[in-house]
T-cell receptor
Framework: GDSVTQMEGPVTLSEEAFLTINCTYT??????LFWYVQYPGEGLQLLLK?????DKGSNKGFEATYRKETTSFHLEKGSVQVSDSAVYFC???????????FGQGTRLTINP | GAGVSQSPSNKVTEKGKDVELRCDPI?????LYWYRQSLGQGLEFLIY????????KSGLPSDRFSAERTGGSVSTLTIQRTQQEDSAVYLC????????????FGPGTRLTVL
């Protein structure tokens, strides 16, 4: 079945460090890919998305490129801030399937 | 309202009792989703409503779970004869027309079954 696999957490970095959170997927069709973020005490928010191969989604300094050849959608940020501390979820959605299929989430902590 | 709202924010119940969880989607959004977030299972899809179409119930874990959406707006998720494994955060989301539209999530209802 369709699934998303994220790198194991938790991840702890120092402020201004480079961030990569790996995400790979398995899908029977041609999915759209998403990164959602859950800040402490808040609901899930869409961070970025990409709907076709080689698309790059970006927001708040975060980027992820849809790589069909490697079935990946890794999240990157060049210089993280304490305010980026949150849980990050990679997800896919297949046309006609409507639902989001989520990875297990990666907890990120940024220390000053 | 500005976003998706859910009530109650927290619910503690005894095993075997029935519970109802409410979701108010963003005004004008025709698609509504329920998900469950639990430690053991992560984030799981439960059910999807789109306009007047029959709901997609493929994610409901058992026949103790049901949901309805009245008037194309407010939705209620009902869990009958609750079990301890039902303890989780229940999330509601809505999107403008479904499909690949962005889903906007509510703050969730934390359900604890004692």
């Amino acid at each position: 079945g369709d699934s998303v696999t994220q790198m194991e957490g938790p991840v702890t970095l120092s402020e201004e460090a480079f961030l990569t959170i790996n995400c790979t997927y398995t899908a029977t069709g041609y999915p759209s890919l998403f990164w959602y973020v859950q800040y402490p005490g808040e609901g899930l928010q869409l961070l970025l998305k990409a709907t076709k191969a080689d698309d790059k989604g970006s927001n708040k300094g975060f980027e992820a490129t849809y790589r069909k050849e490697t079935t990946s959608f890794h999240l990157e940020k060049g210089s993280v801030q304490v305010s980026d501390s949150a849980v990050y979820f990679c997800a896919l959605s297949l046309q006609g399937a409507q639902k989001l299929v989520f990875g297990q989430g990666t907890r990120l902590t940024i220390n000053p | 309202g500005a976003g998706v709202s859910q009530s109650p924010s927290n619910k503690v119940t005894e095993k075997g009792k029935d519970v109802e969880l409410r979701c108010d989607p963003i005004s004008g959004h025709t698609a509504l989703y329920w998900y469950r977030q639990s430690l053991g299972q992560g984030l799981e899809f439960l059910i999807y409503f789109q306009g007047n179409s029959a709901p997609d119930k493929s994610g409901l874990p058992s026949d103790r779970f049901s949901a309805e959406r009245t008037g194309g707006s407010v939705s209620t998720l009902t869990i009958q004869r609750t079990q301890q494994e039902d303890s989780a955060v229940y999330l509601c989301a809505s999107s403008l027309t479904g499909g690949w539209d962005t889903q906007y999530f509510g703050p969730g209802t934390r359900l604890t079954v004692l």
